[in-house]
Structures are given as structure tokens and as C-alpha cells.
């Protein structure tokens, strides 16, 4: 059973930037993708980066020019780097990989949080 374990949330300014990873337990190269995902109270879970094994790297629009996702093959892990970070950045956000046969599994999430 493959795991993605998240870290690098917390509270920062507006304008302030930070970097999440995902460290996933098994070889980066076994999942067809891997990604972020948000999800604001009250609001549907977004799409915010997510990169495929073929390397097409797609971000959401709320986090296009501000978000750079990029991978570590030898550690297994992703990182998503957010600058410029807002209020409206605040959310949960969660990881998540494709599976080989296109199963998709879930981190725990972990907070974010932008003050103004």
C-alpha cells in the first residue's frame, strides 16, 4: 500500500511564500502522477499542481505564475513551492499520486494558513 505523507504547512503573511512535500513510500516511478489539491471550508476540493510520469505539469488558475511544482526522483517526494501566498490560499491541502492501474490515493492533508 502505497502512502503519501505531506509536511512544510503552517501560518504565514500575505505575500509571504512556502513549500509543502509529499513523500511518497514507494518509487516515484511506479505512479503515473502525483499532485496537490486544495479545499477551503465550504469549498469543492481544487486542483492546484499535479505532474504525470510523462512530465506534463498542469496548475490550477487561481495559482498559475505564483505555484512551481517539481519533483526529487531519489527521494520519491514532490514539492510545491506558493509565493506571492493570499488569503484566498488558505486551505487544507492535500497530495495525492495515481497508482499504475490509475487508483488514486490521498495524504492527510495539511493546513495552510495566510493572514492579511
Known amino acids: 500500500q502505497v502512502q503519501l505523507v505531506e509536511s512544510g504547512g503552517g501560518l504565514v503573511q500575505t505575500g509571504e511564500s512556502l513549500r509543502l512535500s509529499c513523500a511518497a513510500s514507494?518509487?516515484?516511478?511506479?505512479?503515473?502522477?502525483m499532485g496537490w489539491y486544495r479545499q477551503a471550508p465550504g469549498k469543492q476540493r481544487e486542483l492546484v499542481a499535479t505532474?504525470?510520469?510523462?512530465?506534463?505539469?498542469d496548475y490550477g488558475d487561481s495559482v498559475k505564475g505564483r505555484a512551481t511544482l517539481f519533483r526529487d526522483n531519489a527521494q520519491n517526494t514532490i514539492y510545491l513551492q506558493m509565493n506571492s501566498l493570499r488569503p484566498e490560499d488558505t486551505a487544507v491541502y492535500y497530495c495525492?499520486?495515481?497508482?499504475?492501474?490509475?487508483?488514486?490515493?490521498w495524504g492527510q492533508g495539511t493546513q495552510v494558513t495566510v493572514s492579511s
Open positions: 505532474l504525470t510520469s510523462g512530465g506534463r505539469l
Open positions: 495525492n499520486a495515481a497508482l499504475l492501474d490509475w487508483r488514486v490515493i
Open positions: 514507494a518509487s516515484i516511478f511506479s505512479l503515473n502522477a
